[in-house]
């Protein structure tokens, strides 16, 4: 266990639709990733937040956007949900000082669109 | 942006044989590298990191090197066993962990054969 949390582990929704993940990172770490997993796309980094403010982007669509909240937890929302959209979600999470710090995953959340 | 690179997609190997996995980056501002194993539907799990200001480090059966010269770093399993059967990710990172995300290979399906 990495003691990272997300829920929630699956999620089934249609074309069309907007869904929201969450995550909550390890005690104390100041810094949340958001991943994506595809069996065409592997695993690709999306956007990060530290202390609440955004931090990084990677290949994040314009239909996608996240936001990390003064507990420190943070949350993914999907809007416009398309089939493509379908993949493994990670969050991950470090102690976020900017240095070279290890990255945490959580379980992921399975998102299925019909 | 990083580039990773990694081979074999596949590789099988004899329990009790070694087995190497081999990536290659392309941004030479890249000073982090971790390994993590993912096992099917679960997490991605740090295995080992290197930073760049060392060239090998070793942890009991595992075992990762970096040449920064060549941009290449491999991933050593030796004396495998067949929990070591899953999918291995090498992945990179320019500015260090904590202030980017991780740019990760396609993968390796390592294979132990009884």
């Known amino acids: 266990d990495s003691g990272v949390t997300q829920t929630p582990k699956h999620l089934i929704t249609a074309t069309g639709q907007r869904v929201t993940l969450r995550c909550s990172p390890r005690s104390g770490d100041l810094s949340v990733y958001w991943y994506q997993q595809s069996l065409d796309q592997g695993l690709q980094f999306l956007i990060q937040y530290y202390n609440g403010e955004e931090r990084a982007k990677g290949n994040i669509l314009e239909r996608f956007s996240a936001q990390q909240f003064p507990d420190l937890h943070s949350e993914l929302n999907l809007s416009s949900l398309e089939l493509g959209d379908s993949a493994l979600y990670f969050c991950?999470?470090?102690?976020?000082?900017?240095?070279?710090?290890?990255?945490?995953f959580g379980p992921g959340t399975r998102l299925t669109v019909l | 942006g990083e580039n990773v690179e990694q081979h074999p997609s596949t590789l099988s190997v004899q329990e009790g044989d070694s087995a190497v996995i081999k990536c290659t980056y392309s941004?030479?501002?890249?000073?982090?590298f971790p390994w993590y194993k993912q096992e099917l539907g679960k997490r991605p799990q740090l295995i080992i990191d290197i930073r760049s200001n060392v060239g090998e480090k070793k942890d009991q059966r595992i075992a990762v090197t970096l040449n920064k010269t060549a941009k290449h770093f491999s991933l050593h399993i030796t004396e495998t066993q067949p929990e070591d059967s899953a999918v291995y990710f090498c992945?990179?990172?320019?500015?260090?962990?904590?202030?980017?995300?991780?740019?990760f290979g396609k993968g390796t399906h390592l294979i132990i054969q009884p």
């Open positions: 991950a999470s470090s102690g976020g000082t900017g240095g070279l710090d290890t990255q945490y």
């Open positions: 941004d030479s501002a890249s000073n982090y």
């Open positions: 992945a990179a990172s320019p500015a260090g962990g904590g202030a980017d995300g991780l740019t």
